[in-house]
Protein backbone atom coordinates (compact mmCIF):
# COMPACT_ATOMS: atom_id res chain seq x y z
CA UNK A 1 0.00 0.00 0.00
CA UNK A 2 1.22 3.47 -0.94
CA UNK A 3 0.00 6.76 0.17
CA UNK A 4 -1.05 8.79 -3.14
CA UNK A 5 -3.23 12.03 -3.71
CA UNK A 6 -6.38 11.76 -5.69
CA UNK A 7 -5.74 13.47 -9.54
CA UNK A 8 -9.62 14.83 -9.36
CA UNK A 9 -9.86 15.99 -5.44
CA UNK A 10 -6.32 16.12 -4.36
CA UNK A 11 -6.71 13.98 -0.95
CA UNK A 12 -3.67 12.13 -0.09
CA UNK A 13 -5.21 8.24 0.14
CA UNK A 14 -4.11 5.10 0.80
CA UNK A 15 -3.77 3.25 -2.54
CA UNK A 16 -3.52 -0.71 -2.93
CA UNK A 17 -1.74 -0.20 -6.09
CA UNK A 18 0.66 2.66 -7.30
CA UNK A 19 -1.25 3.00 -10.64
CA UNK A 20 -4.49 4.20 -9.11
CA UNK A 21 -5.29 7.79 -9.62
CA UNK A 22 -8.44 8.30 -8.07
CA UNK A 23 -9.19 7.76 -4.28
CA UNK A 24 -13.24 6.31 -5.03
CA UNK A 25 -15.38 5.87 -7.63
CA UNK A 26 -17.30 8.97 -7.21
CA UNK A 27 -13.89 11.07 -8.18
CA UNK A 28 -13.35 8.48 -10.89
CA UNK A 29 -16.34 9.53 -12.21
CA UNK A 30 -16.79 13.10 -11.66
CA UNK A 31 -12.88 13.24 -13.61
CA UNK A 32 -14.71 11.18 -16.37
CA UNK A 33 -17.01 13.47 -17.14
CA UNK A 34 -14.94 16.48 -16.45
CA UNK A 35 -12.85 14.97 -19.25
CA UNK A 36 -15.27 14.51 -21.57
CA UNK A 37 -16.95 18.20 -20.28
CA UNK A 38 -13.36 19.72 -21.31
CA UNK A 39 -12.81 17.29 -24.90
CA UNK A 40 -16.59 18.64 -25.62
CA UNK A 41 -15.68 22.57 -24.85
CA UNK A 42 -12.40 21.91 -27.18
CA UNK A 43 -14.10 20.10 -29.74
CA UNK A 44 -16.26 23.42 -29.51
CA UNK A 45 -13.35 25.88 -29.53
CA UNK A 46 -12.06 24.17 -32.95
CA UNK A 47 -15.27 24.23 -34.67
CA UNK A 48 -15.66 27.75 -33.61
CA UNK A 49 -11.84 28.29 -34.74
CA UNK A 50 -12.49 26.62 -37.91
CA UNK A 51 -15.44 28.58 -38.66
CA UNK A 52 -14.10 31.87 -37.81
CA UNK A 53 -10.99 30.49 -40.32
CA UNK A 54 -13.62 29.80 -43.08
CA UNK A 55 -15.57 33.25 -43.15
CA UNK A 56 -12.29 34.98 -42.52
CA UNK A 57 -10.67 32.82 -45.32
CA UNK A 58 -13.76 33.92 -47.32
CA UNK A 59 -13.67 37.47 -46.48
CA UNK A 60 -10.19 37.66 -47.79
CA UNK A 61 -11.24 35.73 -50.62
CA UNK A 62 -13.84 38.38 -51.50
CA UNK A 63 -11.33 41.04 -50.52
CA UNK A 64 -8.63 39.70 -52.79
CA UNK A 65 -11.25 39.12 -55.92
CA UNK A 66 -12.42 43.05 -55.18
CA UNK A 67 -8.80 43.84 -55.28
CA UNK A 68 -8.25 42.16 -58.57
CA UNK A 69 -11.19 43.23 -59.49
CA UNK A 70 -10.57 46.99 -58.93
CA UNK A 71 -6.98 46.56 -60.57
CA UNK A 72 -8.37 45.00 -63.69
CA UNK A 73 -11.06 47.83 -63.70
CA UNK A 74 -8.21 50.29 -63.16
CA UNK A 75 -6.25 48.93 -66.20
CA UNK A 76 -9.10 48.75 -68.46
CA UNK A 77 -9.60 52.32 -67.33
CA UNK A 78 -6.24 53.42 -68.42
CA UNK A 79 -6.14 51.16 -71.68
CA UNK A 80 -9.72 53.23 -72.73
CA UNK A 81 -8.00 56.54 -71.89
CA UNK A 82 -4.70 56.02 -73.48
CA UNK A 83 -7.05 54.49 -76.25
CA UNK A 84 -8.76 57.97 -76.34
CA UNK A 85 -6.14 59.86 -75.95
CA UNK A 86 -4.60 58.32 -79.45
CA UNK A 87 -7.83 58.81 -80.92
CA UNK A 88 -8.29 62.21 -80.02
CA UNK A 89 -4.19 62.87 -81.31
CA UNK A 90 -5.61 61.01 -84.40
CA UNK A 91 -8.37 63.41 -84.73
CA UNK A 92 -6.45 66.55 -84.04
CA UNK A 93 -3.59 65.00 -86.70
CA UNK A 94 -6.33 64.58 -89.02
CA UNK A 95 -8.24 68.15 -88.65
CA UNK A 96 -4.84 69.46 -88.85
CA UNK A 97 -4.09 67.78 -91.98
CA UNK A 98 -7.26 69.07 -93.07
CA UNK A 99 -6.84 72.80 -92.46
CA UNK A 100 -3.88 72.63 -93.84
CA UNK A 101 -5.43 71.27 -97.10
CA UNK A 102 -7.82 73.76 -96.89
CA UNK A 103 -5.82 76.91 -96.49
CA UNK A 104 -3.59 74.95 -99.42
CA UNK A 105 -7.01 74.74 -101.78
CA UNK A 106 -7.47 77.94 -100.54
CA UNK A 107 -4.52 79.67 -101.75
CA UNK A 108 -4.52 77.76 -105.02
CA UNK A 109 -7.42 79.46 -105.89
CA UNK A 110 -6.48 82.33 -104.66
CA UNK A 111 -3.71 82.27 -107.04
CA UNK A 112 -5.52 80.95 -109.76
CA UNK A 113 -7.84 83.92 -109.42
CA UNK A 114 -4.74 86.22 -109.76
CA UNK A 115 -3.64 84.46 -112.61
CA UNK A 116 -6.92 85.14 -114.70
CA UNK A 117 -7.15 88.84 -113.21
CA UNK A 118 -3.44 89.30 -114.98
CA UNK A 119 -4.81 87.34 -117.91
CA UNK A 120 -7.20 89.49 -118.40
CA UNK A 121 -5.37 92.89 -117.45
CA UNK A 122 -3.14 90.98 -120.37
CA UNK A 123 -5.77 91.32 -122.92
CA UNK A 124 -7.23 94.47 -121.76
CA UNK A 125 -3.49 95.88 -121.79
CA UNK A 126 -3.02 94.27 -125.64
CA UNK A 127 -6.31 95.54 -126.68
CA UNK A 128 -5.65 98.96 -125.87
CA UNK A 129 -2.13 98.69 -127.64
CA UNK A 130 -3.80 97.98 -130.48
CA UNK A 131 -6.08 100.53 -130.41
CA UNK A 132 -3.48 102.80 -129.90
CA UNK A 133 -1.68 101.22 -132.89
CA UNK A 134 -4.57 101.90 -135.06
CA UNK A 135 -4.80 105.34 -133.90
CA UNK A 136 -1.35 106.14 -134.57
CA UNK A 137 -1.22 104.48 -138.22
CA UNK A 138 -4.54 106.37 -139.21
CA UNK A 139 -3.08 109.78 -137.97
CA UNK A 140 0.07 108.80 -139.47
CA UNK A 141 -1.63 108.17 -143.20
CA UNK A 142 -2.30 111.04 -145.56
CA UNK A 143 -5.54 112.66 -145.68
CA UNK A 144 -6.80 112.95 -149.58
Known amino acids: MIWIDCEYCNREYLA ?3 SRKYCCDSCKSMANRQRRIDEEIQRIKNEENRMVQE ?10 KDQETKKL ?8 KKEQEEKDQFEKKKLEQIEKEKQEREREIKWAKIERENEQKAEIFNFLINIVNLMISNSAKPKP
Do not use: I, T
Request: cysteine-free; hydrophobic content about 35%; aromatic content about 10%.
Open 55 to 64: AVDKYMKAYN
Open 16 to 18: QRS
Open 73 to 80: REAEELRL
